[in-house]
T-cell receptor, first 109, second 110 residues
Framework: GIQVEQSPPDLILQEGANSTLRCNFS?????LQWFHQNPWGQLINLFY???GTKQNGRLSATTVATERYSLLYISSSQTTDSGVYFC???????????FGTGTRLLVSP | DAGVTQSPTHLIKTRGQQVTLRCSPI?????VSWYQQVLGQGPQFIFQ???????GRGNFPDRFSARQFPNYSSELNVNALLLGDSALYLC?????????FGPGTRLTVT
């Protein structure tokens, strides 16, 4: 099955800094999603992005399907951005999302 | 609009017991998936149901079972609980490809 790898595993930023999170996947995908998991465990949808580029406020994402990677950009980071960011992908007919191991982000004031 | 809801929020069970977790999808969503998230790892796929039929199953033992009801809500059952079943159980619903997750049920097995 498909494999999903994320980097870096941990990231510490000062408030206001920019960051780039990377997701590599081993096969073509028909679904790729980015999530932010808050301290209470809730997975919050950031982007549904099997290909192309999207932006939502300070966050943007790009998936280059032909090269099998996706990038999540966070600009002007805030302390509320802290948490774990997951990339998840699938290439099956049913919606079995395969998650990466996550990037743990800590934004300090 | 209400998101995906799950109950209970927390649960403590003893080894060998059975547990039932419940999920209500977003209104209009016909597909429900279940995931298990062990501390420090990403969620792992357990089941997907669509229109009351199982469409996919992950690498979990037969102690895990699920069903979907005519109103598209779903239950996940785990029999003969082991300490290793302690985890956050997440339910997701979808209309198309994009999945939306509920807040999860945190199960502790002692």
């Amino acid at each position: 099955g498909i494999q999903v790898e994320q980097s870096p595993p941990d990231l510490i930023l000062q408030e206001g800094a920019n960051s780039t999170l990377r997701c590599n996947f081993s096969d073509s995908v028909n679904n790729l999603q980015w999530f932010h998991q808050n301290p209470w465990g809730q997975l919050i949808n950031l982007f549904y992005i099997p290909s192309g580029t999207k932006q939502n406020g300070r966050l943007s994402a790009t998936t280059v399907a032909t090269e099998r990677y996706s990038l999540l950009y966070i600009s002007s980071s805030q302390t509320t951005d802290s948490g774990v960011y997951f990339c998840a992908a699938t290439n099956t007919g049913f919606q079995k999302l395969v998650f990466g191991t996550g990037t743990r982000l800590l934004v300090s004031p | 609009d209400a998101g995906v809801t799950q109950s209970p929020t927390h649960l403590i069970k003893t080894r060998g017991q059975q547990v039932t977790l419940r999920c209500s999808p977003i209104s209009g969503h016909k597909s429900v998936s279940w995931y298990q998230q062990v501390l420090g790892q990403g969620p792992q796929f357990i089941f997907q149901y669509y229109e009351k039929e199982e469409r996919g199953r992950g690498n979990f033992p037969d102690r895990f079972s699920a069903r979907q009801f005519p109103n598209y809500s779903s239950e996940l059952n785990v029999n003969a609980l082991l300490l290793g079943d302690s985890a956050l159980y997440l339910c997701a619903s979808s209309l198309g490809n994009e999945q939306y997750f509920g807040p999860g049920t945190r199960l502790t097995v002692t």
